[in-house]
């Protein structure tokens, strides 16, 4: 089974830019679908972005969609969340999840916080 490590939060101003990461170890990204989910103080946790691993295609929040790009790359194994013209509204604890199509996400991260300051 796939273990997840997210890094690369921190506190940003608004407008700013954050890249996180999601590292798998244990086993390859290859054939998993990975995505970002994020949970803001007293809300629920919410879909942010999502990547196809074997087939590329990508899926978006609608409140993020033309500010966050979700990526992978296979050499490193890794999954990238690029986070730019971030809002205030965009602070949150970022978790990565993985699974196959179809079975919904069964691995997590530990999350990782991000704060924009407006």
């Known amino acids: 089974q796939v273990q997840l490590v997210e890094s690369g939060g921190g506190l940003v101003q608004a407008g700013g830019s954050l890249r996180l990461s999601c590292a798998a170890s244990?086993?390859?990204?290859?054939?998993?679908?990975v995505a970002w989910f994020r949970q803001a103080p007293g809300k629920e946790r919410e879909f942010v972005a999502a990547?196809?691993?074997?087939?590329?295609?990508?899926a978006y929040a609608a409140s993020v969609k033309g500010r966050f790009t979700i990526s992978g790359d296979n050499a490193k194994n890794t999954v990238y969340l690029q986070m730019d013209s971030l809002k205030p509204e965009d602070t949150a604890v970022y978790y990565c999840?993985?699974?196959?199509?179809?079975?919904?996400?069964?691995?997590w991260g530990q999350g990782t916080q991000v704060t924009v300051s407006s």
């Open positions: 999840a993985a699974g196959f199509p179809g079975s919904g996400y069964t691995t």
């Open positions: 244990g086993r390859t990204f290859s054939s998993y679908s």
């Open positions: 990547i196809d691993w074997s087939g590329g295609s990508t």
